[in-house]
T-cell receptor, first 110, second 114 residues
Framework: RKEVEQDPGPFNVPEGATVAFNCTYS??????FFWYRQDCRKEPKLLMS???SGNEDGRFTAQLNRASQYISLLIRDSKLSDSATYLC???????????FGAGTRLFVKA | EPEVTQTPSHQVTQMGQEVILRCVPI?????FYWYRQILGQKVEFLVS????????KSEIFDDQFSVERPDGSNFTLKIRSTKLEDSAMYFC????????????FGEGSWLTVV
């Protein structure tokens, strides 16, 4: 099993749609969890951290399920500007190594 | 908003040459990282650096690579004897203590080996 595995995508959705991404991980000792957004040929930018209790930031909701070892990201009311690659990331104990999934490409069309 | 800065933004080098990529992490950050992203592929961890020494490194980070913090602000990645397959975007990142271990990336340095 890969360390971090994401839906391959791409996801093509109309504006206003709700879209969900999942990410599974193999190392149960992972301590911190994140969703990053990466635009073409740009650096990853933090979208949100993911907490066990789940967390929401505007149209974005992240969930963590430690028992099943997956994290999810829900985007409501998709905008054209949400078109990007979404990367899940996991940090180990101490935070000395954060690893990334291969990303899921999202295209939002008018 | 403080940011990680990297230079050069793009470098073309001949195979076999040495390259130094430079990074200025966010000023109060204590942990520093280098990542690599080959075009069309995933962001790959290379190395982390804390308290003036390497904390972790991946299998990619072999003897061809080295990192240094030569002064209080810069963090460098040296690639010796570059190969064609070293062509990639190299991202520097940094983080503060705590804050959920969130790392922040610079804009990257494109390295093209010809």
């Amino acid at each position: 099993r890969k360390e971090v595995e994401q839906d391959p995508g791409p996801f093509n959705v109309p504006e206003g749609a709700t879209v969900a991404f999942n990410c599974t991980y193999s190392n149960s000792a992972s301590q911190s969890f994140f969703w990053y957004r990466q635009d073409c040929r740009k650096e990853p930018k933090l979208l949100m951290s993911v907490y066990s209790s789940g967390n929401e930031d505007g149209r974005f909701t992240a969930q963590l399920n430690r028992a099943s070892q997956y994290i999810s990201l829900l985007i409501r009311d998709s905008k054209l500007s949400d078109s990007a690659t979404y990367l899940c990331a996991l940090g180990n104990t101490g935070g000395f190594k954060t690893i990334f999934g291969a990303g899921t490409r999202l295209f939002v069309k008018a | 908003e403080p940011e990680v800065t990297q230079t050069p933004s793009h470098q073309v080098t001949q195979m076999g040459q040495e390259v130094i990529l430079r990074c200025v992490p966010i000023s109060n950050h204590l942990y520093f990282y280098w990542y690599r992203q080959i075009l069309g592929q995933k962001v790959e961890f290379l190395v982390s650096f804390y308290n003036n020494e390497i904390s972790e490194k991946s299998e990619i980070f072999d003897d061809q690579f080295s990192v240094e913090r030569p002064d209080g602000s810069n963090f460098t990645l040296k690639i010796r004897s570059t190969k064609l397959e070293d062509s990639a975007m190299y991202f520097c990142a940094s983080r503060d203590r705590g804050h959920g271990n969130t790392i922040y990336f610079g804009e990257g340095s494109w390295l093209t080996v010809v």
